[in-house]
Antibody, heavy 126, light 112 residues
Framework: QVQLVQSGAEVKKPGSSVKVSCKAS????????ISWVRQAPGQGLEWMGGIIPIFGTANYAQKFQGRVTITADESTSTAYMELSSLRSEDTAVYYCARSIVVVPAAIPVIVAFDIWGQGTMVTVSS | QSALTQPASVSGSPGQSITISCTGTSSDVGSYNLVSWYQQHPGKAPKLMIY???KRPSGVSNRFSGSKSGNTASLTISGLQAEDEADYYCCSYAGSSSKDVVFGGGTKLTVL
């Protein structure tokens, strides 16, 4: 049974960066995709992007292009999400999630999330 | 403003059936049968209930079902139980031009 365990809560200053980790246990890490989804306090879910190691690709939501970097270290079965130029609106719980991938037109795309980490609270405050 | 539109709240009594709608466009919900649905209890991570429109992951009750008509997807919960009270989110692939994944704003289900 695959489990995803995320790093602990973070408090950051505006303008700084944060890097959150997501360690997988069980299953074969290189065979599945990992996405990052965030949820601001009292708000809905927002997909930030994902990485598909077996295809060697990372896709980012247009809103976060240039500000987010998602990587995966197969040697430690750990995925990372780094968000830069933090502002107060980035205060949220950040989740990693194993992602279901389909290939509708010869291009692999992430379409759903079947296993979730416990979430990491990131607070951006001066 | 969310890319997919859901009602803010729905309610039903134990044993009844309810349906939550999720309206997108011809570029996302209407073009692909790739809508997924998530249940989220307060303070918990979301849980996948339906994927690829109507498929249920192992372990999810068959009281949950998904469907689609045009640009609107729906989640139906039959035989409502108290533990079904939660927030529900729909999600869809947004098409080859963006390759984004978009969520609805969420629906609060209250079991009366």
């Amino acid at each position: 049974q695959v489990q995803l365990v995320q790093s602990g809560a973070e408090v950051k200053k505006p303008g700084s960066s944060v890097k959150v980790s997501c360690k997988a246990s069980g299953g074969t890490f290189s065979s599945y995709a990992i996405s990052w989804v965030r949820q601001a306090p009292g708000q809905g879910l927002e997909w930030m992007g994902g990485i598909i190691p077996i295809f060697g690709t990372a896709n980012y939501a247009q809103k976060f292009q240039g500000r987010v970097t998602i990587t995966a270290d197969e040697s430690t079965s750990t995925a990372y999400m780094e968000l830069s130029s933090l502002r107060s609106e980035d205060t949220a719980v950040y989740y990693c999630a194993r992602s279901i991938v389909v290939v509708p037109a010869a291009i692999p795309v992430i379409v759903a999330f079947d296993i979730w980490g416990q979430g990491t609270m990131v607070t951006v405050s001066s | 403003q969310s890319a997919l539109t859901q009602p803010a709240s729905v309610s039903g009594s134990p044993g009844q059936s309810i349906t939550i709608s999720c309206t997108g466009t011809s570029s996302d919900v209407g073009s692909y049968n790739l809508v997924s649905w998530y249940q989220q209890h307060p303070g918990k991570a979301p849980k996948l209930m339906i994927y690829e429109g109507s498929k249920r992951p192992s372990g999810v009750s068959n009281r949950f079902s998904g469907s689609k008509s045009g640009n609107t997807a729906s989640l139906t919960i039959s035989g409502l139980q108290a533990e079904d009270e939660a927030d529900y989110y729909c999600c869809s692939y947004a098409g080859s031009s963006s390759k984004d994944v978009v969520f609805g704003g969420g629906t609060k289900l209250t079991v009366l």
